[in-house]
């Protein structure tokens, strides 16, 4: 029970959560490229999610983690109106997929660690 | 919702930059052109975009659309051209108000912007193969 629904299981879907939505948005960004007047979005998670985990707990249950959160950036683009920059659209793009991916062999390691003390019995 | 929304976000902008590079290719193919059937030469033509309307989970999942081909209203080029059969008394020509030039800016703007698009779309792709390799150990 622990290793399937503890506070570690949590923040990872939570973070893999958050780290598919940003990939939404990026491709959204993209896609609005050359649309005048569009605003880049962006995705708000891991700050959050530190500033509750590095809050003092109180007693044993475990922290509200937060969701994330989509807004616009205000800056100011080019003369249509549009803030997207494709660079870094593209930069965002590949360190989002390293992070999914990093998120994942966690997963994947705590399914390996369940593995485990199933199998380990059986000897 | 999910990671195959992206895709179909990438894939509304593939779509309206193909329309972009179809409105480019169209311009460049009748930019000499002196008669159309709503009379006068061929007017210039370009695609305006607009972010899709958005769905359930605000903003994430909608991409791009094309939401009209407009004609550019600038004045057609007077060319001097006194043997052209649609030449004016004056032996001026109407010809389309479009500029090759201008054209093949648009272009390699659109081809890149498709190209951006078709990473984006790889990027995601393969993060959906690693999501199913998950626990394949």
């Known amino acids: 029970m622990a290793l399937r629904n503890d506070l570690t ?21 993209i896609a609005n490229l050359e649309t005048p007047g569009y605003h880049r979005q962006e995705v708000l998670f891991e700050d959050q999610l530190a500033a509750v985990l590095e809050a003092p707990s109180e007693g044993p249950a475990s922290p509200e983690l937060p969701q994330a959160i989509l ?13 997207v920059s ?16 990093a998120l994942l062999r966690s997963v994947a390691a705590r399914g390996a660690i369940l593995q485990t003390v199933i199998t380990e019995g059986r000897k | 919702m999910g990671l195959f929304s992206a895709l179909r976000v990438s894939a509304s902008g593939l779509t309206a930059q193909r329309t972009r590079l179809d409105t480019i290719a ?3 193919a009748n930019a000499t052109t002196t008669r159309t059937p709503e009379g ?24 791009v659309t094309v939401t009209e081909i407009r004609e550019d209203a600038r004045q057609p080029q007077m060319v001097y051209d006194p ?6 008394p004056d032996g001026y020509v109407a010809m389309p108000n479009v500029s090759v030039l201008e054209e093949m800016v648009d272009l390699i ?17 393969g993060m959906m193969q690693k999501a199913l ?5």
């Open chain 1, 9 to 29: 299981t949590q923040v990872l879907t939570r973070s893999l959560d958050a780290a598919a939505l940003r990939q939404r948005v990026a491709a959204r960004n």
């Open chain 2, 109 to 125: 703007s659109a081809s890149r912007a498709y190209e951006a698009n078709v990473t984006a779309m790889n990027v995601e792709k």
């Open chain 1, 86 to 101: 494709v660079d870094r659209e593209m930069a965002e793009l590949s360190e989002n997929a390293l992070r999914y991916d």
């Open chain 2, 83 to 88: 043997a052209h059969p649609d030449a004016n």
């Open chain 1, 71 to 83: 807004q616009d950036d205000p800056a100011p683009g080019r003369a249509d109106g549009n803030n």
């Open chain 2, 133 to 137: 390799d998950i626990g394949r150990g």
């Open chain 2, 40 to 63: 006068g030469p061929y007017r210039r033509r370009e695609v305006v975009f607009t972010p899709q309307a958005e769905g359930a989970e605000p903003g994430a999942e909608s991409g």
């Open chain 2, 26 to 28: 169209s311009n460049l």
